[in-house]
């Protein structure tokens, strides 16, 4: 089971960003798949997540708003839209996904047994 993330790179606050992580290795229709992030010497704080089959979504408070979290079960794609983007926002970001998470373990880490390797995201003028 593999998770590819991409579009990271360097943007202007104020601007947006996509990030897509793709799924290989099995179909993730069935999976909640989702979005944490750490910045320079700070904890992996959770984003966002998509539930299974996408019917919720679930945001961390410093983000909603102005990120939104989609996916296409089809092509086994996660994206996270990033809109209004400050400097707060850099991080890497890693995608996340599992299948036996309930929703209280939602925002914990520890919880996904799925990793992305991360693709930076910089917020700077």
């Known amino acids: 089971v593999q998770l590819v993330e991409s579009g990271g790179g360097l943007v202007q606050p104020g601007n947006s960003l996509r990030l897509s992580c793709t799924a290989s290795?099995?179909?993730?229709?069935?999976?909640?798949m989702g979005w944490f992030r750490q910045a320079p010497g700070k904890e992996r704080e959770f984003v966002a997540v998509s539930w299974k089959n996408g019917g919720i979504t679930y945001y961390a408070d410093s983000v909603k708003g102005r990120f939104t979290i989609s996916r296409d079960s089809a092509k086994n794609t996660v994206y996270l839209h990033m809109n209004s983007l400050n400097v707060g926002d850099t991080a890497v970001y890693f995608c996340?996904?599992?299948?036996?998470?309930?929703?209280?373990?939602?925002?914990?880490?520890?919880?996904?047994?799925?990793w992305g390797q991360g693709t930076q995201v910089t917020v700077s003028s």
């Open positions: 996340v996904a599992d299948s036996t998470i309930i929703t209280s373990q939602a925002r914990n880490s520890g919880a996904y047994d799925y």
């Open positions: 290795g099995r179909t993730f229709r069935n999976y909640a």
